[in-house]
């Protein structure tokens, strides 16, 4: 079997690639259950007798393992088969939620053992992290990478869609034990996808430099380019803030005020918001892709602030569809910037840099929202994080680099079709 994209005859889609459709085939069923865990796990701490603070603090870990592995799994990234990292990382995440399920069920659980099964889910999710975004361009023509990046956040999101609609109605039907048994399952079918690709693997030959130095040879290719570092460094505030917003502040605001389920159709919003944004992403291409993008981030601050002004539930679900609308139109023209400026040999590299800058902050973010939230008022605090939000998002484009940067317009394919 060829290792290279190739296409039938016809208009070529990345979708007619084989390699695409396993990828997305996995990435897709995995986000499927990682939307229902979110809400099932916020509630099964809060079931356990935990806090709002005790809640943060057990997403906090898991998002601490996340960013302290990912840069681990950049440097694997660009020296091992990107294939065999996917197919390792969602093999053994499932059988870390298949733990988590069954201590549930049977009632065997505690928030203590949750935070430590979540951290080495953590751990296991970050390692692939890289390698899974920077091997899009591997599975399709150079001409279908914009379309892919497009296609595949498409794919994920609809899928999101579901899942966080369905983790409100699990939880409630269920219960939250189950409901993360459906995400181990989603993640075995996601390594079998993943085992099932053939991509090539051109990771130079000879001896390869030490860790740090990779890591330092990725980090020089971020320092480069300024909009990087900017848009990064946006992501960071983005992240401390909003990440307490989702995973502490609006099971709790949202859920006791209009129940749980409201708390996973608000979820599910947002994520109708994404497939929105993917659809237009799919047919506007602007010249200045990260100007938009960036442009249209500003609009995730109206979830938080819906969620801190509103006592009807339709204006948060507004909030929550124009916060996913924004974000989503943001990363496909981020993801096909960096797709179309970073060299392939140190590709997964900075997208791990990437990861750490946008997350490094988010374990302290979760930590510090209860106990600010609680000092300050839930829903005061809502509205700092939707200004803080939107405003990063507006200070970001007074930067020559983040206006100016223009689209690449890849040639057709010369290879003949097969």
């Known amino acids: ?5 190739t296409a039938e005859a016809g208009p070529d889609r990345p979708l007619r690639h084989r390699n695409f459709r396993l990828l997305v085939a996995g990435t897709t069923t995995s986000a499927l259950g990682n939307t229902i865990t979110p809400v099932a796990l916020a509630f099964a701490v809060l079931d356990l007798g935990g806090s709002a603070s005790d809640l943060g603090l057990v997403v906090a870990l898991y998002a601490l393992a996340d960013v302290v592995t990912v840069l681990f799994g950049g440097v694997l990234g660009d020296r091992v088969p990107r294939q065999l990292m996917l197919e390792g990382s969602a093999a053994a995440c499932a059988v870390a939620q298949a733990a988590v399920a069954v201590l549930l069920v049977g009632g065997w659980a505690t928030i203590p053992m949750l935070a430590v099964i979540g951290m080495v889910n953590g ?8 390698s899974s975004a920077a091997l899009t361009r591997m599975t399709v023509p150079a001409a279908l990478v914009a379309r892919a990046v497009a296609q595949r956040a498409l794919l994920q999101t609809s899928a999101g869609v579901v ?9 409630a039907a269920v219960g939250s034990g189950w ?3 459906v995400d181990a399952a989603t993640f075995a079918i996601a390594a ?3 085992s099932r690709l053939d991509v090539p693997h051109t990771r130079p030959e000879g001896a390869r430099p030490t860790f740090l130095a990779d890591l330092g040879d990725g980090f020089r290719e971020v320092m480069r380019h300024t ?4 848009l ?5 505030l983005y992240h401390l803030v909003y990440s307490g917003a989702q995973s502490v502040l609006g099971p709790i605001v949202v859920g006791d005020q209009f129940g749980r389920s409201s708390w996973g159709l608000a979820l599910g919003t947002l994520m109708a918001g994404f497939v929105v944004g993917g659809l237009v992403c799919l047919r506007w291409e602007p010249r200045r892709s990260l100007f938009v993008g960036t442009a249209l981030l500003s609009l995730t601050a109206a979830f938080p602030i819906a969620m801190a002004l509103s006592d009807h539930l339709l204006p948060i679900l507004v909030g929550a569809f124009l916060h996913g609308f924004g974000l989503q139109v943001f990363d496909v023209q981020w993801q096909v910037s960096i797709q179309q400026n970073i060299p392939e040999d140190k590709l997964a590299r900075v997208y791990s840099f990437d990861l750490v800058g946008s997350f490094v902050a988010r374990p302290l973010g979760l930590v510090l929202t209860g106990p600010v939230a609680a000092a300050v008022g839930f829903d005061r605090w809502l509205v700092v ?3 803080v939000m939107g405003g990063s998002a507006l200070l970001a484009l007074l930067a020559p680099d983040v206006r100016r940067l223009e689209r690449a317009v890849a040639a057709p394919d010369p290879s003949p079709a097969g």
């Open 232 to 236: 990064i460094g946006q992501a960071l």
């Open 123 to 130: 751990s296991l999710g970050a390692l692939s992290q890289p």
């Open 179 to 181: 409901a993360i048994g």
């Open 385 to 387: 994080i939707g200004l």
């Open 163 to 171: 899942g966080f609609a369905l983790g409100g109605v699990l939880v």
């Open 227 to 230: 909009w990087l570092v900017l």
């Open 192 to 194: 079998y996808c993943f």
């Open 1 to 5: 079997m060829s290792a290279t994209p």
